[in-house]
T-cell receptor, first 111, second 111 residues
């Protein structure tokens, strides 16, 4: 029973490039949550999605960031034109009734 | 008051010691609360859920004081493997689907 799968584990991008982070929830879970953890900071909510729907994106930066969870395939968090300040660990979680199971995260480094 | 506030520590304790962490929160509508554990450069993992007055699981006891908007985590008979950062987590609204994480309290247990 695989857990929440995220890939890649590590991603290096040059300033101005695009970053795509993927997340497959646990089997049977249809809710996906993305959180970002900046160095020395707590996790910050970004977006909550169900299949083909964005439920809550109140934590997403207004520009350059987007997320989707298509009917088939993983959820994608896309960051366009990355800047150094986007360097962080991005965690995806899926949820049964309560309590999250997190994936191992993607560590994005912008150089 | 900040949404979720924790003493960052670190708490340095010897094996076998009892240690307590405190957390205050601002969302008076929250009904359930969580303690997560995060090891260095790893994903957070759910340690305990906290409802009504509190919860106990082996060496770990969580207490909730709604009037003071205060949560605590007590660890008895500390083990070396308890060394980690402990995150206090509060729902962002009256439900629990999206969460606010504290910055965490670091615990270091030494031989």
């Amino acid at each position: 029973n695989a857990g929440v799968m995220q890939n890649p584990r590590h991603l290096v991008r040059r300033r101005g490039q695009e970053a795509r982070l993927r997340c497959s929830p646990m089997k049977g879970h249809s809710h996906v949550y993305w959180y970002r953890q900046l160095p020395e900071e707590g996790l910050k909510f970004m977006v909550y999605l169900q299949k083909e729907n964005i439920i809550d994106e109140s934590g997403m930066p207004k520009e350059r960031f987007s997320a989707e969870f298509p009917k088939e395939g993983p959820s994608i968090l896309r960051i366009q034109q990355v800047v150094r300040g986007d360097s962080a660990a991005y965690f995806c979680a899926s949820s049964p009734e309560e309590g999250y199971t997190f994936g191992s995260g993607t560590r994005l480094t912008v150089v | 008051r900040k949404e979720v506030e924790q003493d960052p520590g670190p708490f340095n304790v010897p094996e076998g010691a009892t240690v307590a962490f405190n957390c205050t929160y601002s969302n008076s509508a929250s009904q359930s609360f969580f303690w997560y554990r995060q090891d260095c450069r790893k994903e957070p993992k759910l340690l305990m859920s906290v409802y009504s007055s509190g919860n106990e699981d082996g060496r770990f006891t969580a207490q909730l004081n709604r009037a003071s908007q205060y949560i605590s985590l007590l660890i008895r008979d500390s083990k070396l493997s308890d060394s980690a950062t402990y995150l206090c987590v509060v729902p962002r609204g009256s439900g629990y689907s999206t969460l606010t994480f504290g910055k965490g309290t670091m615990l270091l247990v030494s031989p």
